[in-house]
């Protein structure tokens, strides 16, 4: 009985300093960090990865980062000059999970156009948002598990794929748009018509119109939306859901 109790006793302050180390990393996240000494010009390059922590690009009066990483996570590289700013996070894709927001996030001078933007996570958010148009020439925009949220957004050529995430854009597009999912929907809202070639097993809606699994719609002189998902819904639409006319639709 005396081995039993004692053996009992070692393990509930066990399980006590289990709880206690779980719990600091529930409920605990590092302080926002901002990067100083930034150059008083905006970058035309910026590369951004995250493993969990979502990426944020905002609009306001000036270039600036702030950030505030998971518990999984932390700063890997960190490098700017002029012409470009280079943000990795390293660390494990597994660990304690914490309920505190965490982020890179970047606010931008408004009708800044940058020449490429990359933003590359595992599972957090990627949001694009601004008081104007949020604009670059090229992007590329990759996450497995987080949304991917390109709300005002204007580009020459953008590319955005994603296994589990939902894709979600308000684009004003120049040249091309390729959006690709596993699971995840994509939900496309423009201004006017352009081109667009979709593909899902799930189903495809585009202007309005049920199209089954496959639409191709090709307009003269436009640019080409491209969206393809294995079993996520694709729907491309206008404000006004207007219908295509029967002359541009292809089998």
Known sequence: MKKLSVAAVLFGVIAVMISVLLLSGLFSAPRQETVPELPSVCPRTLDITTIASDILIEQGDSFRVEYRLSGKERVGRLAFSDDAFVFSAAGKLFGIPSFKESYVKVTVPESFVFSSVSLKTVSGKISLTGRSVVSFDEGRFETIAGDCLLNETAFRNAAVETVSGRIEANPQVSESCTLKTVSGAVDICLKEKVSVEAES????????????????????????????????????????DESPSRDSRQP
């Open 201 to 240: 097993y799930g189903s495809v809606s585009v202007y309005g119109n049920d199209f089954g699994n496959r639409a191709v719609i090709r307009l003269s002189d436009s640019p080409v939306i491209a969206a393809e998902s294995v079993s996520g819904r694709i729907t491309v639409r206008t404000a006004n």
